[in-house]
């Protein structure tokens, strides 16, 4: 690492769950961010500042003023700009160290595993059930760890899908979508704008956890944050050995 790189990382290298070793790791480190939104934000953010080397964005829209109460990647003067457009000059800002690969599109089953093959580590921000399960379906199928988070009005949720080392996938957990109308979306339901920043900054902190080996991974563990009344609590996970997507049973 150049002089000001050791400069900026200073504060993780001190820390001995990290130090050089784990700093590098980051350095070589490719992690797929789908969703330049309200938790793409502060992921992107704080993994560019972190010093991971590559991050792909996937996301095809552009930035509206409606976004901005919670998607603070952006900014007033990105309104009409394509999100990949507005993450890759937030992320030079932060850290030019860092390389982003944009992707324009919609995540689809015909482009999934293309896009999702090039990358160590996947983080899923996007903000439907069809995507969630799409993206769940090839990390599985490449031995992709998938980190995933979801959020509504004041409460979010985050863990780390990562059958190929013993943890259940996405379809383990949610084997199916909810009735129609028992999970609306953000723009019918509402959602806490700073909601977002924590929910993110989580999944930001489990990727780097990930990737340096430091502490202990919400892998087979669900964390639950309240933020209307400053709670959070965490569960166990269990595998299904009936899954459809990374079932062992016959």
């Given amino acids: 690492m150049e002089a000001k790189e050791l400069e900026r990382y200073a504060r993780h ?31 992107l953010m704080y993994l560019a500042a972190a010093g991971v080397g590559v991050l792909g964005v996937v996301d095809d829209d552009i930035v509206s003023l409606s976004n901005l109460q919670r998607q603070v990647l952006h900014s007033t003067q990105s309104i009409g700009m394509p999100k990949v457009s507005s993450a890759i000059e937030a992320v030079e800002r932060i850290n030019p160290h860092v390389t982003v690969e944009p992707h324009q599109i919609r995540i689809t089953a015909e482009n999934a595993t293309k896009i999702i093959g090039d990358y160590d580590l996947v983080l899923d921000g996007s903000d439907n059930f069809d995507t969630r399960y799409l993206i769940n379906d090839v990390c ?14 004041w409460e979010g949720q985050i863990s780390l899908y990562d059958p190929a080392n013993g943890g259940p996938c996405y379809a383990c957990v ?18 806490m704008g700073a909601l977002a920043g924590v929910m993110g900054s989580m999944m930001a902190g489990e ?44």
């Fill in 207 to 250: 990727a780097i956890k990930y990737i340096t080996g430091a502490g202990e991974s919400l892998r087979g563990q669900m964390l639950l944050f309240d933020a209307l009344y400053g709670e959070s609590r965490k569960f166990k996970l269990t595998v299904n050995s009936d899954c459809l997507v990374c079932g062992t049973s016959d």
């Fill in 13 to 43: 290298i001190v820390l001995r769950e990290i130090g050089g070793t784990g700093q590098q790791k980051l350095r070589k480190a490719r992690v797929l961010v789908i969703g330049a939104g309200g938790l793409g934000s502060p992921v």
């Fill in 174 to 191: 949610f084997p199916e979508r909810p009735a129609d109308g028992l999970a609306p979306s953000c723009s019918e339901a509402g959602v």
């Fill in 140 to 153: 599985v199928a490449l031995n992709k760890p998938l980190i995933s988070a979801a959020m509504s009005q």
